[in-house]
């Protein structure tokens, strides 16, 4: 399926930083490890950027997490996107050990880490709930600037402590129903957290995710009964493509399609919107 997408001509290729979904309705379900997957999707292909969909990093040690994305993006001669979010899925903290409160405060200082080591290369830190003593990545990677920074997230909290840094934004289809006519709110809370951080609005890439469901698809778990219903998108390859042209229209540059069902015959079908876009 990677090397089906490479050739259909799409631009990236995502995969979700999660562990475990638990359902009162379905049956637990979980994905393969992100990093791994990551590693061996920038092995494999030769265009496409690659990255996270977004890493938790209460999964990982802030500096093991940069040493991983510096490793990905040598790999992929620097084609990886580092998504970032403090993670949701509560299930999945309690089942793998992770704990779950001060997620926020947590997610601070591991940015802190995160974005230093992969864009400076050293740093020395000692936090509450983090250390990286006298840590440096080496060798460097392929970007001196280490690969762009995308955040995942939406909380007033999270948009303040990243919006100095962050290089690209990510809107997951849960926040808004999967509907883009309720998106502009959450970009208008983008660009606050942006101007209050003294930034152009304008120098922080857009992209949103996209649900669409195609024959078979059965629905999706979201593991998450806060962010609501979300509606897959179903529609001919011109009628998705029209959905995504008003994506644009808002200033959306980058698009993830979440398919359902994640298929080859999916992937071929969504494929004949680019040649309309």
Known sequence: MVR????????????GDHLLYRSESKAAAGPWEAWSQLAAIAAITERVELGPLVAATPFHSPAMLAKKAVTVDEISAGRLVLGLGAGWNQAEFSAFGFPFDNRVSRFEEAFTIIRTLVGEGAIDFQGKYYSARDCEILPRGPRPQGPPIMIGSQGPRMLRISAPFMDQWNAWYAWFGNDVARLPPLIEKL??????AGRDPAEVERSAAMLIQLGGGEGRLTGDPDRGVSMPFQGTPHQIAAEIAIYGELGISHMQLVLEPI?????EAVAEILPLL
Not at 191 to 196: E, I, P, T, V
Not at 263 to 267: F, G, L, M, P, V
Request: glycine share 4%; aromatic share 8%.
């Open 4 to 15: 089906l997408i490479e050739e259909a001509g799409f631009d990236s290729i995502w995969v």
């Open 191 to 196: 660009d606050n957290a942006l101007l209050a």
């Open 263 to 267: 298929t080859a015959r999916s992937i």
